[in-house]
Structure formats: structure tokens, C-alpha cells
T-cell receptor, first 118, second 114 residues
Framework: AQSVTQLDSQVPVFEEAPVELRCNYS??????LFWYVQYPNQGLQLLLK??????LVKGINGFEAEFNKSQTSFHLRKPSVHISDTAEYFC????????????????FGQGTILTVHP | DADVTQTPRNRITKTGKRIMLECSQT?????MYWYRQDPGLGLRLIYY???????NKGEISDGYSVSRQAQAKFSLSLESAIPNQTALYFC?????????????FGPGTRLTVT
């Protein structure tokens, strides 16, 4: 089974400051990793994903994340945030391939609320 | 038009009532999921379906049932609603067979049980 821990439930930052949202996962098998964003009163939208290849993944809206296999982390970063980045962010993992009770099931972290202040 | 739609978007119901939440998708994905979101708990899987004939319980299926009427439609029912089922409910789709491991979410249904 997999588990995902988002280390900060809330992150307040000022506009134009850099931000890092932390995500650690636990899994006995390799996983694919995702970051989703939920803007107020909206559904979840895919921000970026890591399936294979380069460990630095770029997503929409200037966000990027780095997969670190040895530390089992997938932290999300943005060098300069905007007011419009205020949202809740979810890290999630899924095991690739077939078989097992976890097949096809996405496991989410608890979410991190990013609040950008002017 | 949205690829994953949910109806209703908001619903207030009384304890003991039966309620159905509906989800439709135009993405052509085989897999569909129902989640509930509660503050501080992230999203938790209620039920999932890998195709029309395949229905599976998720981690919090008690008190819920589902129906996969077609590839494009997946409904969630609360047979006898209770207040602690007040939450935001999301439907999602995916298709790992096509390499689509990420899930696509509907806009959500906000359910309040009084």
C-alpha cells in the first residue's frame, strides 16, 4: 500500500516570494507522482506529473517539482507566487503496472492550503 | 463543454433520505471513481469501477452504493443519509490502458445532510 504525507497543512506567503510545498510518500513499489490544485469552489486540476525520465518536472502556471527517489519526496516549487495561486494543493501517487489491490488507485495527501498575501 | 460533469452541484437533504449523485464523462475513459473530500483529510476513495461490469469498494464505502449504467455514467447513492456524510463529493476518470494515469475530476457536488 502507499501513503502520502504533505508536511504543511497551511503555507502563507507574500506575493512574489518563492514557495515550496512539501510531499513525502511511502511505497513498497515504484510509483507515479502527481500534484493537483484546487482553486476555491472548483474541482481538482492537474498541475504536473512524474512518470519517468527527468526528475525535474515542469507544470502549468510556473510550478515545478523534483522527484527524489532516495528521499521519497516530490516537493512542489514556484520561484515567485501570485495572488491567483491561492488554492489548496494535493500531492498524489499511483503504482504503475497491473495487479495488486493498489492497482489503478490514486492515493492523496491531506492537502496544503497556500495563501498568497499582497 | 466539461469532460466530466456532476449533478447536482449542491444539495441539501434531511437525515434518512435517499439521495443520488450522478456523474457523466465524455473522455471515453474506462475507469471512474467517487471520492469525498473533508477538510484536513484530503480525498478519500468511496468506490471505483474499472469497467461497466467491475465495481470495487474503496476505503470508505459504508453507507454508500454505486451503479455503473454505462461506460460514461457512474452514480453514487446514499441509501439513508446521515449528517456525517456532509462533504464535497468528486467523480473522476482515468484510462491507464491508454497511458492516462492521471485522473480527471468533475466540479464536485456539495452535499449537506441536516
Amino acid at each position: 500500500a502507499q501513503s502520502v504525507t504533505q508536511l504543511d497543512s497551511q503555507v502563507p506567503v507574500f506575493e512574489e516570494a518563492p514557495v515550496e510545498l512539501r510531499c513525502n510518500y511511502s511505497s513498497s513499489v515504484s510509483v507515479y507522482l502527481f500534484w493537483y490544485v484546487q482553486y476555491p469552489n472548483q474541482g481538482l486540476q492537474l498541475l504536473l506529473k512524474y512518470l519517468s525520465g527527468s526528475t525535474l518536472v515542469k507544470g502549468i502556471n510556473g510550478f515545478e517539482a523534483e522527484f527524489n527517489k532516495s528521499q521519497t519526496s516530490f516537493h512542489l516549487r514556484k520561484p515567485s507566487v501570485h495572488i491567483s495561486d491561492t488554492a489548496e494543493y494535493f500531492c498524489a501517487v499511483i503504482p504503475p503496472g497491473a495487479g495488486g489491490t493498489s492497482y489503478g488507485k490514486l492515493t492523496f495527501g491531506q492537502g496544503t492550503i497556500l495563501t498568497v498575501h499582497p | 463543454d466539461a469532460d466530466v460533469t456532476q449533478t447536482p452541484r449542491n444539495r441539501i437533504t434531511k437525515t434518512g433520505k435517499r439521495i443520488m449523485l450522478e456523474c457523466s464523462q465524455t473522455k471515453g475513459h474506462d475507469r471512474m471513481y467517487w471520492y469525498r473530500q473533508d477538510p484536513g483529510l484530503g480525498l478519500r476513495l468511496i468506490y471505483y469501477s474499472f469497467d461497466v461490469k467491475d465495481i470495487n469498494k474503496g476505503e470508505i464505502s459504508d453507507g454508500y452504493s454505486v451503479s455503473r449504467q454505462a461506460q460514461a455514467k457512474f452514480s453514487l447513492s446514499l441509501e439513508s443519509a446521515i449528517p456525517n456524510q456532509t462533504a464535497l463529493y468528486f467523480c473522476a476518470t482515468s484510462d491507464p490502458g491508454q497511458g492516462v494515469y492521471e485522473q480527471y475530476f468533475g466540479p464536485g457536488t456539495r452535499l449537506t445532510v441536516t
